[in-house]
């Protein structure tokens, strides 16, 4: 059974930080394509953060580089995002998504890519930032 299932979120004040974490099982991690995403009630879903497993390339979206860092520990099949310097526009519920190999070339594994209809998504972790 595939399953992916995040971890991490909570409630912290601006300028605080949360590691979230993202465990797969039941597909091949290494060679997918991994990403974070969030939402906000009324709003569109938005990538924040990408890895291709078997590269560790990584893209980020505008508003969270160099705030954020995501990265992949393969033995464990997991995928972390560290958010530093969090700011209350943050607040979101964020999901990770994994699409496995083959999808086009890691190069095609960025925060820009179309959602993929074969992915496969978690249930999410509620991060609240106040001010």
């Known amino acids: 059974q595939t399953r992916l299932v995040e971890s991490g979120g909570g409630s912290v004040q601006a300028g605080g930080s949360l590691r979230l974490s993202c465990v797969a099982s039941g597909f091949t991690f290494e060679g997918a394509c991994m990403r974070w995403f969030r939402q906000i009630p009324g709003q569109e879903r938005e990538a924040v953060a990408s890895?291709?497993?078997?590269?560790?390339?990584?893209t980020y979206a505008d508003s969270v580089k160099g705030r954020f860092t995501i990265s992949q520990d393969n033995p464990k099949n997991t995928v972390y995002l560290q958010m530093d310097n969090l700011q209350p526009g943050d607040s979101a519920m964020y999901s990770c998504?994994?699409?496995?190999?083959?999808?086009?070339?890691?190069?095609?594994?960025?925060?820009?890519?179309?959602?993929?209809?074969?992915?496969?998504w978690g249930q999410g972790t509620q991060v609240t930032v106040s001010a």
């Open positions: 890895i291709a497993t078997s590269s560790s390339y990584t």
């Open positions: 998504a994994a699409k496995t190999w083959p999808y086009g070339g890691t190069w095609s594994c960025t925060v820009a890519r179309e959602i993929d209809a074969d992915a496969y």
